[in-house]
C-alpha cells in the first residue's frame, strides 16, 4: 500500500511539473532598442489570469573601427524594459505588450590634453527611455516565440541631447524578435 502511495505521489509530482508554464524567454531582436539588434532574455511573471509582467534585458556588441587613428573598439548597448502582457484568458498564445525601457548607450569621446599630442578616448553611456506597444506570440508549453512592436522614445538625458540631436531622437522604432520559450 506504501508503495502504492508512493508511486502516484510520484506520477502526479511529474505530471505537475510537466504541465508548468514555461516562463523564460530567449531571443534575437532586430532592431528595437538598440537599433540595430540585442540578444535578450525576459521572464514572464503572472499577475492576473490576463496580465503578466515581463521584465527583460538584452545585450548588444557592434564591432566598430575608427577612421581617423585606425584603432578598433566595440559599441556596446544595453536595454531593460519592463513589459506587461495581457490575453483574453489564462492559456492564451497571443498577447498585447505595452511597456517602458530603459536604453543605455555607449558613447566614444576623443579628448585632447593642452597643446601636446595625447588623446585619449573616454568611454560613457547616455540613457533613452522609451515606450513600446507591439503583439507577442509565446505558446504556454514553450518553443518558438515571436513578437514586433513599435518604440517611441520618451525621454533623454543632456549627454544624449547633446550628442545625437533631434534627427534620431524623434522617430519612431521598429523592432521584430524570433527566438525560444522554455
Same mark, same amino acid.
Not at 504541465?19 to 524567454?25: D, F, S
Given at each position: 500500500?506504501?508503495?502504492?502511495?508512493?508511486?502516484?505521489?510520484?506520477?502526479?509530482?511529474?505530471?505537475?511539473?510537466?504541465?508548468?508554464?514555461?516562463?523564460?524567454?530567449?531571443?534575437?531582436?532586430?532592431?528595437?532598442?538598440?537599433?540595430?539588434?540585442?540578444?535578450?532574455?525576459?521572464?514572464?511573471?503572472?499577475?492576473?489570469?490576463?496580465?503578466?509582467?515581463?521584465?527583460?534585458? /538584452?545585450?548588444?556588441? !557592434?564591432?566598430?573601427?575608427? $577612421?581617423? *587613428?585606425?584603432? #578598433? =573598439? %566595440?559599441?556596446?548597448? +544595453?536595454?531593460?524594459?519592463?513589459?506587461?502582457?495581457?490575453?483574453?484568458?489564462?492559456?492564451?498564445?497571443?498577447?498585447?505588450? /505595452?511597456?517602458?525601457? !530603459?536604453?543605455?548607450?555607449? $558613447?566614444? *569621446?576623443?579628448? #585632447? =590634453? %593642452?597643446?601636446?599630442? +595625447?588623446?585619449?578616448?573616454?568611454?560613457?553611456?547616455?540613457?533613452?527611455?522609451?515606450?513600446?506597444?507591439?503583439?507577442?506570440?509565446?505558446?504556454?508549453?514553450?518553443?518558438?516565440?515571436?513578437?514586433?512592436?513599435?518604440?517611441?522614445?520618451?525621454?533623454?538625458?543632456?549627454?544624449?541631447?547633446?550628442?545625437?540631436?533631434?534627427?534620431?531622437?524623434?522617430?519612431?522604432?521598429?523592432?521584430?524578435?524570433?527566438?525560444?520559450?522554455?
Amino acid at each position: 500500500m506504501r508503495k502504492l502511495g508512493l508511486i502516484c505521489l510520484a506520477i502526479l509530482f511529474t505530471k505537475t511539473l510537466l504541465a508548468q508554464e514555461k516562463k523564460n524567454a530567449l531571443y534575437l531582436e532586430a532592431g528595437g532598442n538598440t537599433i540595430y539588434y540585442s540578444i535578450n532574455y525576459d521572464r514572464i511573471i503572472p499577475l492576473t489570469p490576463k496580465l503578466k509582467l515581463a521584465p527583460r534585458a /538584452g545585450l548588444m556588441y !557592434l564591432p566598430l573601427s575608427g $577612421i581617423e *587613428d585606425n584603432s #578598433s =573598439y %566595440g559599441d556596446i548597448r +544595453i536595454p531593460v524594459e519592463l513589459n506587461f502582457l495581457w490575453s483574453k484568458n489564462a492559456k492564451a498564445r497571443n498577447f498585447l505588450e /505595452g511597456g517602458v525601457g !530603459l536604453s543605455f548607450i555607449q $558613447i566614444k *569621446d576623443r579628448v #585632447s =590634453y %593642452g597643446l601636446s599630442d +595625447i588623446i585619449t578616448t573616454k568611454n560613457s553611456f547616455v540613457k533613452v527611455t522609451t515606450l513600446r506597444l507591439g503583439f507577442r506570440h509565446q505558446k504556454t508549453t514553450g518553443g518558438l516565440m515571436y513578437r514586433a512592436g513599435l518604440l517611441v522614445p520618451i525621454v533623454r538625458d543632456e549627454r544624449s541631447k547633446f550628442r545625437f540631436g533631434d534627427d534620431i531622437f524623434y522617430v519612431i522604432w521598429a523592432g521584430f524578435s524570433l527566438g525560444y520559450n522554455f
